[in-house]
């Protein structure tokens, strides 16, 4: 029994620190998911935001592509000159209100 080594035998303290430490690291990860869970959320909502304004902006090219096919009438060039620059054909007379 010369080779034999005599094992500590653990205590009241030992299990007090190994339980104390268990209750440290449990903690943390609370805490960790509570961090998680704040920022998935603010993900979402970011993440919503963004879709609402990809949303907008798909409107917005479709409308701009109706603009396009729209400039390159004949009806628009003449409401353009005639709003913008007084232009008319010779041949047209053109009547004004009288300001009051």
Do not use: S
Not at 27 to 37: H, P, T, V
Request: glycine share 6%.
């Amino acid at each position: 029994m010369a080779g034999k080594k005599k094992r500590k035998k653990t205590g009241k303290f030992g299990v007090f620190v190994g339980l104390v430490f268990a209750l440290f690291v449990l903690a943390g990860a609370k805490i960790n998911e509570f961090m998680l869970e704040e920022k998935l959320a603010k993900a979402m909502v970011r993440q919503k935001n963004a879709e609402i304004a990809l949303e907008a902006e798909q409107r917005r090219a479709e409308e701009l592509e109706e603009m396009k096919v729209d400039i390159k009438t004949r009806r628009f060039i003449e409401e353009t000159a005639r709003e913008k620059f007084g232009l008319t054909y010779e041949n047209e007379i053109v009547f004004e209100a009288e300001n009051e």
